[in-house]
Structure formats: C-alpha cells, structure tokens
C-alpha cells in the first residue's frame, strides 16, 4: 500500500516509532516523567528511522504546518 499524502506518512512513521520506544520505556528501573518520553525516546527514534532523508522529511513537515 502507497502513502501518497505526508500526513498519513507522518502517522504511520509516529506509530512505528512508538512500537519500537515502549518496549525500551517498559524496561526501564526508574519511572519516567510522561512529559520527558518524546524528548528522551520518541523524537530520538524518529529521527533514526529517517537517517538521511531527516532535513528533507521535517522541512516538508514545517512547510505543512503553517
């Protein structure tokens, strides 16, 4: 199946990330502040999926959201 609209690209990148990321927060001693889980888990991995195409994917994801 073709994603051909950015948002449902978005939504399918932001839902693969989060199944990768709870099991690594699952794991975890300490307890985590929920507003830190984007910042220390979420966001990192996002970018990881995107490896090189990273600056093309979130300038087009800036110029959407204007």
Sequence with gaps: ???TRLQALV???ENQAAKIVTPQIDQ???Q?????IGWLFHYPQLDKQLGRSRRVYWKLVNLCSL
């Design 32 to 36: 985590v502040n929920p507003n830190d």
């Design 1 to 3: 199946m073709a994603i």
């Design 28 to 30: 975890i001693n300490w």
């Design 11 to 13: 939504d399918a990148q």
